[in-house]
């Protein structure tokens, strides 16, 4: 495929609606981005579009080479993914027997603390790179390459499906909704993050926020996050801003990447939201699939 091949939508992707126009025209490292949004249900996303996002999320993304880097050391996020995966169990009241897919899964961190704590861990990612590195650290565990489409999943069988920064990079989320919703088993949950495009960041920030990248197709807010797991079969069991975790957790957890007094303060600047509004900026989501 031609790299910068483009794909022209004459609808919403979210709403299918025809009242969409442009927001702005954005460069980023090179690359121009064309920011539409929709009249009718405020989704916010590139069009037209690169037909091959992956393109922008080659070796050195994952290795920490490039300035747009998915690079983190393991080891210091071990107790933050436990603590999520603690979490997690509470939702769904299972503490054993646990199976989860990470979609997305990069190099494997949310796997191998899913799997230090005895869950059956299964991983999707587009990237061989990402892959090879993922199953050298997750033993036991099943990791795929490719789009969720192409691999052979077990339906109605996970507890927790996961896409944490991935949604954004989604051509078609309600097809990927669908899907997943189809993968887990009775009473699962989806757990998602992505960005707020209409919290304070985004606002302040305007054509200059920093989610506006080449890779991510499309902007989420509060409202079309929630209309997105209303519209493929989801309900919605809470939404969190900053993270899902207790201030206690975070405490814990984000202590040796930030002071106490920072995690208390932002803890407090997360929990001011208006509607679509948020001071800040990350989003955490559960949804359960409807019974
Ligand atoms: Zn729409």
């Known amino acids: 495929m031609n790299n910068s091949a483009m794909e022209t939508l004459k609808t919403c992707p979210l709403c299918s609606g025809n009242k969409i126009g442009n927001l702005w025209n954005i460069e980023k490292r090179g690359t121009e981005i064309y920011v539409e949004k929709c009249a009718v249900c405020g989704l916010i996303f590139q069009n037209p579009r690169p037909l091959d996002p992956n393109q922008f999320y080659e070796e050195d993304y994952y290795s920490g080479k490039a ?3 998915y690079s983190r050391n393991s080891d210091e996020d071990l107790p933050m993914w436990d603590a999520r995966l603690s979490n997690m169990e509470v ?4 503490r054993s027997n646990n199976r989860i897919l990470d979609i997305g899964c990069a190099t494997g961190d949310l796997l191998l603390a899913a799997s230090k704590r005895g869950w059956e861990c299964w991983g999707v990612d587009v990237s061989s790179h990402a892959v090879k590195e993922a199953s050298r650290k997750v033993k036991n565990a099943k990791i795929l390459t490719g789009e969720i489409f192409d691999c052979d999943l077990p339906e109605n069988y996970f507890d927790v499906i996961t896409l944490f920064e991935v949604l954004e ?5 309600i097809a990927l909704l669908q899907k997943i919703n189809s993968l887990l088993a009775p009473g699962g949950i989806i757990v998602i993050q992505t960005s707020n495009v209409n919290s304070f960041k985004g606002k302040i920030q305007g054509k200059n926020f920093y989610y506006f990248e080449p890779g991510h ?3 989420y807010s509060v409202n079309t996050l929630r209309f997105l797991l209303k519209k493929t079969g989801f309900k919605e069991k ?3 801003i ?3 975790l207790d201030l206690k957790t975070e ?3 984000f202590s040796m990447y930030y002071s106490r007094i920072y995690i208390f303060l932002k803890k407090i600047f997360n929990k001011v939201i208006f509607g679509d509004f948020t001071a800040g900026t990350v989003m955490v989501v559960y949804g359960r699939k409807n019974l």
């Open 169 to 173: 990079h989604i051509a078609n989320p």
């Open 91 to 94: 939702a769904i009241k299972k």
């Open 242 to 244: 900053g993270s899902e």
């Open 67 to 69: 300035s747009y880097s």
């Open 217 to 219: 197709l499309i902007y």
């Open 238 to 240: 809470e939404m969190w």
């Open 251 to 253: 405490l814990k957890v």
